[in-house]
């Protein structure tokens, strides 16, 4: 009779220093680490969510406890798989993320596969990540643009209002890098917007992520037929489902495993975009090796990268895939290629 188990532990990933976003600054971050045991091979997998989204480090434990190891790998697909973890909860996106790359990574280590040849999906290509400017001082933007000066994209975090022209601004004075920006929500004001989105244009950036509260369609819908730069939703895209709302006013949608339970959905979104003409970003959390090993086996199907979670701490847990001054490598292994330390 074979062996099955479902190990999890939490941890807390940490940065050298306060990671600042609009919604706030944050120095580490709790996460939950998986292991799924089948005979003698193991699945890894990883759940994470930043504070302002409502999972905790504490509904992970939960909904993990909840979990039956054999019957989660009695399902003869990994579609099947999701729904029985459907059944048991509904929402839980990070938890069930960690278990989908959990069961992809040790399926494809039973044919002793890559997850991206397990999944039958193109060869891959170059593949160039931005790497995350976090919203703060002045001084400490810079010296942190100063740090990544080989990186070739950078992508900044704002959502002050329209104090963030200046500090594009001063960050293009000292650099010549492509730059994308995530507002991350934080502009309130339509006529502001254009008015950003618009100087902004002028100084080289490419695209701007979630300029608006959730839901704010029409303010977004406006916003884009008013300038030229795509508008990628982040937030007012985690599920599937979602999508569908998301036609009419957005020109492309940035894809989180941990929003969106994980491999076997983000594959669904992708297609689903394809569909609708819609471009698409592939991004992740504040995450270990685990998950951005697991989302840089589907990087090279998307039209930008921001895969650089890994990058941002100093208590990786794991090794795997990383970025080398923003060109992505992804370790010839079985599995998602990542392995705890």
Same mark, same amino acid.
């Given at each position: 009779m074979s062996r099955s188990e479902l190990r999890f532990e939490p941890y807390s990933l940490t940065t050298d220093e306060p990671f600042g976003t609009a919604h706030g600054q944050r120095s580490h971050t709790d996460i939950v680490l998986v292991e799924l045991l089948s005979d003698e091979l $193991?699945?890894?997998? %990883?759940?994470?969510?930043?504070?302002?989204?409502?999972?905790?480090?504490? &509904?992970?434990?939960?909904?993990?406890?909840?979990? &039956?190891?054999?019957?989660?790998?009695?399902?003869?697909s990994i579609d099947e798989a999701m729904v029985y973890l459907d059944s048991i909860a509904i929402g839980y996106t990070a938890s069930k993320a960690a278990l989908d790359i959990a069961l992809h990574d040790l399926k494809a280590k039973q044919q002793n596969q890559s997850v991206r040849d397990f999944l039958g999906l193109n060869e891959p290509t170059r593949v160039e990540s931005s790497i995350t400017i976090s919203?703060? &001082?002045?001084?400490?933007?810079?010296?942190?643009?100063? %740090?990544?000066?080989?990186?070739?994209?950078?992508?900044?975090?704002?959502? $002050?209002?329209?104090?963030?022209?200046?500090?594009i601004r001063q960050i293009r004075d000292h650099s010549e890098q492509r730059i994308w920006i995530d507002a991350n929500q934080g502009w309130n004001s339509l006529t502001d917007a254009i008015k950003i989105c618009q100087a902004l244009q002028a100084l080289g950036v490419e695209l701007i992520e979630q300029p608006f509260k959730i839901r704010a369609y029409d303010m977004v819908k406006a916003l884009t037929e008013s300038i030229e730069i795509p508008i990628v939703a982040d937030e007012d895209c985690q599920r599937l489902s979602d999508i569908d709302d998301l036609i009419?006013?957005?020109?492309?949608?940035n894809i989180k495993m941990m929003k969106c339970t994980g491999l076997n959905e983000a594959l669904k979104m992708i297609a689903k975009a394809l569909d609708h003409n819609l471009q698409i970003m592939l991004g992740c959390m504040t995450e270990s090796s685990i998950g951005i090993s697991?989302?840089?086996?589907?990087?090279?199907?998307v039209d930008w990268a921001d895969i650089d979670g890994n990058m941002l701490i100093n208590n990786d847990p794991a090794i795997g895939a990383s970025l080398n001054n923003g060109t992505l490598i992804v370790p010839e292994a079985a599995g998602i290629g990542a392995t705890k330390r």
């Amino acid at each position: 009779m074979s062996r099955s188990e479902l190990r999890f532990e939490p941890y807390s990933l940490t940065t050298d220093e306060p990671f600042g976003t609009a919604h706030g600054q944050r120095s580490h971050t709790d996460i939950v680490l998986v292991e799924l045991l089948s005979d003698e091979l $193991i699945g890894l997998g %990883e759940a994470s969510m930043p504070p302002y989204y409502e999972e905790t480090q504490s &509904d992970m434990i939960w909904f993990l406890s909840q979990v &039956d190891a054999a019957q989660l790998l009695s399902y003869p697909s990994i579609d099947e798989a999701m729904v029985y973890l459907d059944s048991i909860a509904i929402g839980y996106t990070a938890s069930k993320a960690a278990l989908d790359i959990a069961l992809h990574d040790l399926k494809a280590k039973q044919q002793n596969q890559s997850v991206r040849d397990f999944l039958g999906l193109n060869e891959p290509t170059r593949v160039e990540s931005s790497i995350t400017i976090s919203l703060g &001082d002045m001084d400490r933007m810079l010296r942190e643009v100063e %740090e990544y000066h080989e990186y070739p994209i950078l992508k900044i975090k704002l959502g $002050i209002g329209l104090s963030d022209i200046d500090i594009i601004r001063q960050i293009r004075d000292h650099s010549e890098q492509r730059i994308w920006i995530d507002a991350n929500q934080g502009w309130n004001s339509l006529t502001d917007a254009i008015k950003i989105c618009q100087a902004l244009q002028a100084l080289g950036v490419e695209l701007i992520e979630q300029p608006f509260k959730i839901r704010a369609y029409d303010m977004v819908k406006a916003l884009t037929e008013s300038i030229e730069i795509p508008i990628v939703a982040d937030e007012d895209c985690q599920r599937l489902s979602d999508i569908d709302d998301l036609i009419d006013c957005y020109d492309a949608i940035n894809i989180k495993m941990m929003k969106c339970t994980g491999l076997n959905e983000a594959l669904k979104m992708i297609a689903k975009a394809l569909d609708h003409n819609l471009q698409i970003m592939l991004g992740c959390m504040t995450e270990s090796s685990i998950g951005i090993s697991a989302a840089a086996q589907i990087a090279h199907l998307v039209d930008w990268a921001d895969i650089d979670g890994n990058m941002l701490i100093n208590n990786d847990p794991a090794i795997g895939a990383s970025l080398n001054n923003g060109t992505l490598i992804v370790p010839e292994a079985a599995g998602i290629g990542a392995t705890k330390r």
